[in-house]
């Protein structure tokens, strides 16, 4: 079985440049997430899909972030503009629903702002 | 109050060492409860579930307390390679997941 995959894996903006990252989960997996994890801090979930749709964005900054789903498939996140203070790894995961729920990763991509 | 709680440590444990961790959470509708193990800059990994009464595996043994809204994870006979980023991850319902801070461990030879 594929694992969720992610690119790219590394990037490197200057501040109020734009990024997009992309994730295509495992196969027939229904719910997709979007976590930002900062040095020395756990996942913070920033959007969560089920299918196309979106359950969860409560904590996506909507005003420089955006994600879609569009086919119900793999997913992109876009911020624009950066700010310094998004420098993070950004992680995709996807659950095959069912219990108990079991987050599978992408490697990440590790975004530096500066 | 964050919804999920750890100490961060680090904790540095010498080798065959037990070691303990505790989780707090804030949402007393919590359905479900897990263990993940982060390497140095790695992905999360599942380690294990928590259930009410409690499972072991292995070296491993994770509790629950509904009523005082924690949970925990014990390590027996540690090992070298048990060294990592330990993440409380708590299902607030609707496949809601929400990490803690994690506690860093580190065995000692």
């Known amino acids: 079985e594929a694992g969720v995959a992610q690119s790219p894996r590394y990037k490197i903006i200057e501040k109020r440049q734009s990024v997009a990252f992309w994730c295509n989960p495992i196969?027939?997996?229904?719910?997709l997430y979007w976590y930002q994890q900062i040095l020395g801090q756990g996942p913070k979930l920033l959007i969560q899909?089920?299918?196309?749709?979106?359950?969860?964005d409560s904590q996506l900054p909507k005003d420089r972030f955006s994600a879609e789903r569009l086919k119900g498939v793999d997913s992109t996140l876009k911020i624009q503009p950066a700010k310094l203070e998004d420098s993070a790894v950004y992680l995709c995961a996807s659950t095959p629903g069912g219990r108990p729920v079991t987050l599978h990763f992408g490697n990440g991509t590790r975004l530096t702002v500066t | 109050r964050k919804e999920v709680e750890q100490d961060p440590g680090p904790f540095n444990v010498p080798e065959g060492a037990t070691v303990a961790f505790n989780c707090t959470y804030s949402n007393s509708a919590s359905q479900s409860f897990f263990w993940y193990r982060q390497d140095c800059r790695k992905e999360p990994k599942l380690l294990m579930s928590v259930y009410s009464s409690g499972n072991e595996d292995g070296r491993f043994t994770a509790q629950l307390n509904r009523a005082s809204q924690y949970i925990s994870l014990l390590i027996r006979d540690s090992k070298l390679s048990d060294s990592a980023t330990y993440l409380c991850v708590v299902n607030a319902g609707n496949e809601k997941l929400t990490f803690g801070t994690g506690t860093r461990l580190t065995i000692i030879p």
């Open positions: 899909f089920q299918n196309n749709g979106v359950v969860d």
């Open positions: 196969s027939g997996h229904a719910t």
